[in-house]
């Protein structure tokens, strides 16, 4: 078991402080009147935030390329150097940010993005990590540990988000590169869901481990283009969701070894109208079936679970980016059941790639736009 340490709370008034919320634009709500700050604005297709330690503000990663910081008082910085080169392709580019569980010593910052075959034709998911400058300004002895392989992308459904466990294991959630069956090989990392020691390292006890033909990095596999993921604070348990096709959008809860069915398992059609070719219908024998679906689909993308004093009005509810929907869709849970859904900010005309809680109990989200922005969302108190 790897220790894990926690990172420090951060007071709200150190955090972008509440006093903006005199400012902040208002919204109408089941659970009351939201208010909307814009914390910055001049992003590049921004795609994923990570809260840094301390008041110390945030990391936000930008697609084409760029990791940069936001200040506690709303200020973006020049782009942090030592980022790798990204394969800026379709959907392809810098994704994913998280800092180490272990930050306050050994100040590491891991990216997923999408990197270029030899030919530059291709491209896959990798992951790697860096330590990050005492002044924040450059990412040092930056190091892959992960590439997705084979690399079969032309430009779509790398996914990836990562997450780190109570235990301190490394989850990263992978697109199937827009080729269907791969989600089903386990000899190859599309569609998967893998597990890894922080340095790369593949832990013994992985489910797929010396077996002939299997990766074992593999730790799920039968998805989609999975753009969103978190921990259940509650539970301990990973979530992700997952773009389908047509309709078919998906929130699994994520097993030890299980199979997510994609392509032979699906509520989405393909985008000419006709079934998914490999589909054997949407339900089928051996396959985990997703916890929550969207029939039609609005194109999710970050996931939160709320997990803070601050609001009471969304204890235990998960708020989830939507990309086409352009919403922000709370779901309340109990019994571990969707028994509500709202959908929110639609006024924005935004689309909503990320969506984290922030350690003031804020939600900031990220809008996914040439001039995309970062937003504080509450209730007025």
């Not at 894990?4 to 402080?17: D, E, H, N, R, Y």
């Not at 709320?306 to 709370?330: C, E, S």
């Amino acid at each position: 078991m790897i220790r894990k340490t926690l990172i420090a709370a951060v007071c709200a008034s150190a955090f972008f402080g509440a006093s903006w919320q005199a400012s902040a634009a208002t919204y109408k709500s089941e659970e009351g009147t939201l208010t909307v700050d814009e914390v910055v604005g001049g992003l590049q297709h921004p795609w994923a935030v990570a809260f840094l330690p301390e008041g110390k503000g945030m990391l936000v990663t930008e697609r084409p390329g760029s990791l940069r910081v936001v200040s506690p008082d709303g200020k973006l910085s020049a782009p942090i150097s030592g980022v790798p080169q990204v394969w800026v392709q379709g959907q392809g580019g810098l994704l994913d940010v998280e800092l180490s569980p272990d930050f306050a010593k050994d100040r590491m910052v891991y990216l997923t993005y999408a990197e270029a075959a030899p030919d530059g034709k291709t491209g896959g998911t990798a992951a790697g990590r860096g330590r990050l400058s005492q002044d924040m300004t450059r990412l040092e002895g930056f190091t892959r540990i992960f590439q997705q392989q084979p690399k079969l992308s032309v430009g779509n459904h790398f996914g990836s988000r990562i997450v780190f466990d109570r235990d301190g294991y490394l989850f990263i959630a992978l697109g199937e590169n827009n080729n269907r069956p791969t989600a089903q090989d386990l000899d190859k990392l599309q569609g998967k869901i893998v597990r890894l020691y922080p340095d790369g390292s593949i832990p013994d006890d992985n489910p797929f481990v010396g077996q002939k033909n299997v990766r074992p990095e593999i730790w799920s596999y039968g998805h989609r283009n999975q753009q969103g993921a978190a921990l259940n604070p509650w539970t301990g348990t990973l979530w992700t969701n997952e773009h389908g096709p047509m309709g078919g959008d998906e929130i699994n809860i994520i097993e030890r070894g299980a199979n997510y069915g994609w392509p032979i398992s699906t509520f989405g059609i393909d985008y000419n109208g006709q079934p998914i070719p490999e589909s054997k219908g949407k339900i089928v024998e051996g396959v985990t079936h997703p916890f929550h679906v969207w029939e039609k689909s609005p194109a999710i993308s970050g996931m939160a679970f709320y997990d803070a004093d601050t609001f009471q009005q969304w204890d235990h509810n998960v708020f989830v980016g939507a990309l086409a929907a352009q919403v922000l869709i709370r779901l309340e849970l109990k019994d571990d059941k969707v028994v509500h859904e709202e959908r929110l900010l639609g006024e924005l005309k935004s689309r909503i790639r990320d969506v984290r809680q922030g350690p003031d109990g804020y939600l900031y989200l990220l809008t996914d736009e040439e001039h995309g922005k970062l937003l504080k969302v509450g209730l007025a108190q």
